[in-house]
């Protein structure tokens, strides 16, 4: 099909079959270039990554400079935002492997979420910027970015989960009540994502379940005609769930070549026990289901949710919950447990980014078109008091957000100029094309500022 004739089909609404579903994403970019207009079109990507047990502010700090020693404290004694070049400048060791982005990397510092305030985990409200422990009130920000980013999956989810079983359920959410599953079970999350190419019974299943809903799809808009009213109007709702799994069904057998090219081979890490190797699993799987264009957002999560007991004995900490009690397991002190685990994290987040970076896209990289945002579930500690939430991001989102090489300092809590998470949650929606100015909560102990809009020093 020539550029042209891509152009006009776009423009006139053309239709071209069963495959327009499958072939508008192409066809959209090949009209955006004819149109001189690709960098609108170019597939952005977000992926969020949650640890547990809180994200020491001293480790975003890098060597040589001098963080003030109110940082946390309650009331204002800055409200300027002090920003310094991440250039020439030596990470922490626990951030040390994402050192080859450092020039497209922002480390946020001061960003309060005081609304989420708990003992040990803000659970849902650490993405969603209100009240922990009372389950899903409204919709978190992975979730909210995942409709202004469509995919075949909106939105992946994969984790591993502080305590027993295949599901965390306390970190993302669709709405209120609305719980989204952290698939914490490395073999369970490649069959839901890779199954179609699944060279075991896999495979089969998939198939099965293939055959079923193209045999099902004709009865149900049969059984939708015979309808009327209400009747039809609460059918509509079971129609349009039928409609969503038979369309992602069909849209994964259309791409089982591109499939079987990025599907990870992840080996005896399918169905590890050890805590390291089903991260790295996991943030395998959800590296190629980018990369085969699955999805467009991500969300890794490591224990948290109220899951602080989890172990990584391979590392000789086997309780997370003792090191945030002060305990060394036979080291110096806690910090240098904190210390190695944080540095393993960053090294899989450096992993995917550079994997996301050898991916040509349009004249750069996948990762040019990527935002990576890690942070952890309980804020700036295992206790947290939540006065600042450290926030890691790394890549632009196409230009839409300015993340190169910063260190920033925000005014402290209740300055004027103060901001919170729920600005940068607003921040990432503007910058994904989907703009609100609130999100979640607003905090009670800032009703004297204003806490709606964007944090607008980081949004291009």
């Not at 989960?161 to 295949?166: H, I, L, R």
């Amino acid at each position: 099909m020539s550029t042209e004739l891509t152009r006009r089909s776009m423009m006139k609404g053309i239709t071209l079959g069963a495959g327009t579903m499958l072939l508008s994403p192409i066809l959209g970019q090949l009209a955006a270039q004819a149109a001189g207009d690709e960098n609108n079109t170019l597939r952005k990507r977000v992926v969020f990554v949650v640890q547990s047990n809180g994200l020491n502010p001293n480790h975003l700090v890098p060597a040589g400079v001098k963080r003030r020693p109110d940082g946390r404290n309650e009331r204002p004694t800055n409200d300027q935002l002090e920003e310094i070049s991440l250039k020439d400048k030596d990470l922490h060791p626990a951030m040390e492997p994402l050192v080859p982005f450092k020039d497209r990397m922002a480390f946020v510092q001061g960003l309060s979420g005081r609304i989420a305030v708990s003992d040990h985990s803000a659970n849902h409200g650490a993405l969603g910027a209100y009240g922990a422990n009372r389950g899903p009130m409204m919709q978190t920000i992975d979730s909210a970015v995942s409709e202004a980013l469509p995919g075949t999956f909106a939105h992946v989810a994969l984790g591993l989960n502080g305590g027993d079983g295949q599901m965390n359920y306390r970190i993302s959410a669709a709405g209120t009540g609305k719980e989204i599953p952290i698939v914490c079970s490395p073999d369970l999350a490649f069959q839901s994502l890779f199954g179609s190419v699944a060279e075991d019974s896999g495979k089969a299943a998939f198939d099965r379940r293939t055959n079923l809903l193209d045999f099902m799809a004709d009865d149900v808009r049969r059984a939708r005609a015979e309808l009327v009213g209400d009747e039809r109007q609460k059918f509509d709702r079971y129609l349009e769930a039928f409609e969503i799994l038979h369309n992602r069904q069909r849209e994964l057998v259309a791409k089982t070549k591109q499939l079987k090219q990025h599907a990870p081979k992840l080996g005896e890490k399918a169905t590890t026990s050890t805590s390291s190797l089903i991260l790295e699993a996991q943030f395998e799987t959800a590296t190629a289901a980018l990369v085969a264009g699955l999805t467009n957002v991500v969300t890794l999560a490591s224990g948290g949710g109220g899951q602080q007991f989890g172990k990584f004995p391979e590392f000789n900490i086997p309780d997370l919950h003792g090191i945030g009690h002060g305990d060394a397991y036979g080291r110096a002190s806690s910090e240098d447990c904190f210390v190695e685990l944080r540095r393993f994290h960053t090294k899989l987040i450096a992993g995917l980014a550079s994997k996301l970076q050898s991916v040509p896209e349009a004249d750069g990289t996948m990762l040019d078109n990527t935002l990576i945002v890690y942070l952890s579930d309980s804020g700036e500690a295992h206790h947290p008091s939540l006065y600042e939430w450290p926030i890691v991001l790394i890549g632009n989102l196409g230009g839409k957000l300015k993340t190169e090489g910063r260190y920033l300092q925000f005014p402290n809590y209740g300055s004027k100029a103060h901001r919170t998470t729920a600005n940068l949650f607003c921040t990432l929606l503007h910058a994904a094309g989907k703009p609100r100015d609130k999100f979640g909560l607003a905090d009670p102990g800032l009703k004297d500022i204003d806490q709606t809009g964007v944090v607008s020093e980081l949004l291009a």
